[in-house]
Each structure stands twice: as C-alpha cells, then as structure tokens.
C-alpha cells in the first residue's frame, strides 16, 4: 500500500516524494522502481518457465476436454460451424453426465450457450436484425452446482472458456485487482490469440460478493462493492477494454492489449445468501388476512428460489444497470437427500468412483455399503454443507485407511463411518 508521508526505500534509499513505496507487514518500504527492478532479475534469470508450464498444461487440459466433448458425440475441433454446432439437448445431455438435477438451470445455461454459437455465425445480411448476446445469471446456495456446472460446460466447448472471481476485484486504482484482469485468464485460454478471446466466455463466480453493502450514504468509497459494479457495465454490454497481459495493476510504462467484449458471453454465478428474505418480503408472505393466507400457502416456503426475479436482486444489493445486461436469471434448487446420494455415485467423476480408483491403484477393491452412503448424505444435510460438504466427508472417513493402505480389500460399512466422524466438528468442515 503505497505510503503518502514519510519513509524510505529500504533497497535503494530514496523516499517521498521521488518514489512511490509500498509498506511490507515489519514496517518497512520497497520503492516501486525496485519492484521492476527484481521482475526483470527473476524473468532474465528463469526466462519464459512459469508460461511454458501454463502454456503445456492449458493444451493437455484442451485436448482432454476435446476428448470427452467427443466421447458425447459432440464435435470439438476448435473450430465453429453449423454443422458441428452442438444443439441445446446435446449440451444438456453432457452436462447430466456430471451433474445431478438442476434441468432448468441446465436448460437455460444450454440455450444460452447454443445461441452464443450463433450469434457468432450470424450472417452479415442488410435485414437490420443484430442478435445481441444473451448474459445469464446463476443463483443458488453454495454446493449446488453453479461452479460444477460451468466447469463441466467448458469441457466441450470449441471457444475460449474460463473462469474468475469477482471476490478479488475493487474499483481502479485501489488495493485489489483491476475489473478488466478478469480478461487476462480468457487471453491465456486463447494462447493469445485476440480473434479466438473476442468469441469466449467468462464465467464469472461470486458475483453476489460485490453487491452493494448498504443504500445508506457512507463517507467512505464501496470500493470493492458497486465500485466493481460500475466497472463491469462496459464488459458486460461490449467495449473495447485495455487488458494487461501479464494481469496485475495497470501502470502507465506497461503495454496493453485491446479486447473487444462485444462478442463475448459473460455467465455470473452467486450464492446470494439471505436472498429468500428479500423474495419472501415482495411476496407479502407475513401478512395477515384469509385472501393473503390461501395465497401464502401456494408459496413453497422451502424452495423461495424459483421465484426470484430482478428486484430481488436490486434488493439484495446488484444496481439495475448491471441487472439490465443480465437479462436471463435461473435460480438452482435446493439438494434434496436424493440428488446428494446420487451425487456420490451416478456421475462421471463422481466422489466415490475418485476414491475407488485411488484405492485401486494401489491393488485394494474399494466398496460403500448403502448404510455408509445413507450415513454420508445425512450428515451432509445436518451440517448444511451441501453437496460441496460430500467430499469433505467422506475425505474424514478414508483419511486412516489412505495413510495405512490395506493388504485386502476394503468394505465401508455405516458403522465405521459413524465411528471416524464421531467427533467431527463442523465448522472444520466448513472452513
């Protein structure tokens, strides 16, 4: 954090007001000259190691989500073109591959990428009909898929796809990261390529973290709130932004590439906890009266996300600005005691099946006794951690048998799991 009174650099000596210095946590100042300065040493002395290792991982990781894109029956050669062009049940039936329920949110979420292909291809005709690009955003409680479910979506897709949070942003020219770094990820997905990155799609997570902390006026700046907020108008309606390459601040020695968000889809996903509070109120779910009471009890108190709608989220704290250019909301349900039992086995990837092949590899036949997986889920429901929660769990009851591997195959049965989360403790869980 840069320092307007007195101190000194203590690598070169020189102090305020010739330089500009940042405090370390003992108290001490680095000028930022000197910070440059030790970039270039490390980047002479290692030249081009971190990309090269980015640069190898992200092409295995695209040839292994080519290769399950093909597994699906859907063309994923890095190239677009209506024939190929996966349709919205293709891309709804690979994303149930991964994902348990929420087929609304995948409905939507399949729709709205379909139709960005599109757009993409639109013919240029004198019509005067410009498709304009369809932003969506994703609203439920943590552990139910939002990240899941975009993760998955990137598997298969023939454009640049990556995905951010919005936690690390705050308003330029403060401690934090600039709105458009959240482009820099796209760039490097795109290897670079400025043609590919302008037709990509940046799924943005967290965004119910940058609302609005109060509508009462502060003396201090929102500056990680609706500062960010007001940063992100320009990306989400299309502009062309300056990204730096290499991410970070901006400064005024450093180059820039110009991104053009014009074709560019921007999904958000949020939690948005404590919403249900702000849909029960505009329902009028406390009012007396026997009219309002018969129209309470058509409400499903349990599941008040299905009914969200935009002045919710102005109420939860988004400005409608940003609620404009995000005109497609979905919302995804609660977990039931089902889904998260399904969630354990049925998927490609799901947990059990991941602990399974650990435990193979090492030549023992792992197995879940249905009285385990009924144990697991319950406690995943009592701790409220949702199918995020799962994993945690389930790591509690295999941590003793991973570190002293078995000579025989393994059983778990309900009883050993009741006897390794005997003394769990939730909030570690949580944390």
């Known amino acids: 954090m840069s320092k307007k009174d007195k101190g000194r650099c203590s690598f070169c000596g020189n ?3 010739y330089v500009q210095l940042f405090q370390g946590v003992d108290g001490r100042f680095i000028c930022f000259d000197c910070i440059e300065s030790a970039h270039a040493i ?3 002395q290692y030249p081009g190691a971190s990309e090269a290792d980015d640069t190898a991982k992200r092409k295995q990781r695209q040839e292994q989500n080519r290769a399950a894109a093909a597994e699906a029956g859907i063309v994923n050669n890095g190239k677009l073109d209506m024939q190929s062009l996966p349709r919205p049940t ?4 690979f994303l149930d591959q991964y994902v348990i329920g929420q087929d609304e949110a995948k409905k939507n979420l399949s729709v709205a990428v379909y139709n960005h292909y599109k757009r993409l291809l639109q013919p240029n005709t004198n019509d005067g009909v410009e498709i304009e690009k369809s932003n969506i955003i994703l609203v439920g409680s943590t552990g139910t898929g939002k990240t899941l479910m975009a993760r998955t979506i990137a ?6 796809f990556t995905i951010v949070d919005a936690t690390v942003l705050t308003e330029a020219g403060y401690v934090g990261e600039d709105v458009e770094s959240l482009l820099v990820r796209l760039l490097q997905e795109a290897d670079y390529d400025l043609e590919k990155t302008e037709r990509g799609i940046v799924f943005i997570d967290e965004i119910d973290k940058i609302a609005r902390k109060s509508d009462n006026p502060s003396i201090t700046r929102d ?3 609706e500062g960010v ?3 992100l108008l320009k990306l989400l309606e299309g502009s062309v932004v300056n990204v730096p390459p ?3 601040r901006k400064h005024p020695e450093q180059e820039f590439i110009h991104v053009n968000t014009q074709n560019i889809l921007f999904i958000c996903g949020g939690a948005f906890d404590g919403i249900e509070k702000k849909i029960a109120q505009r329902l009028n779910t406390q009012v007396v009266g026997f009219e309002s009471q018969n129209k309470t009890k058509r409400i499903n108190k349990d599941d008040m996300l299905q009914y969200i709608a935009p002045q919710d989220l102005k109420a939860f704290g988004l400005i409608p600005e940003i609620i404009g250019r995000l005109p497609i909301i979905t919302y995804l349900e609660p977990l039931d005691r089902e889904a998260l039992k399904r969630i354990l086995t049925e998927p490609k990837n799901a947990i059990i099946k991941q602990y399974e092949k650990l435990m ?6 792992l197995t879940f006794d249905e009285g385990a997986l009924d144990y697991i889920v319950d406690k995943a429901i009592e701790f409220k951690l949702g199918a995020r929660g799962l994993r945690s769990l389930t790591e509690t009851i295999m941590m003793d048998i991973m570190f002293d591997i078995p000579k025989q195959d393994c059983v778990i049965t309900r009883e050993l799991a009741e006897q390794k989360l005997a003394k769990i403790d939730a909030n570690r869980l949580v944390g």
């Open 246 to 248: 290499k991410g970070g």
């Open 42 to 44: 490390l980047a002479e």
């Open 90 to 93: 293709q891309i709804k039936a």
């Open 229 to 231: 907020q007001q940063g």
């Open 360 to 365: 193979k590899m090492d030549g023992v036949q």
């Open 15 to 17: 102090e305020v007001p």
């Open 223 to 225: 500056v990680s709130g």
């Open 155 to 160: 598997k298969m897709l023939a454009v640049p």
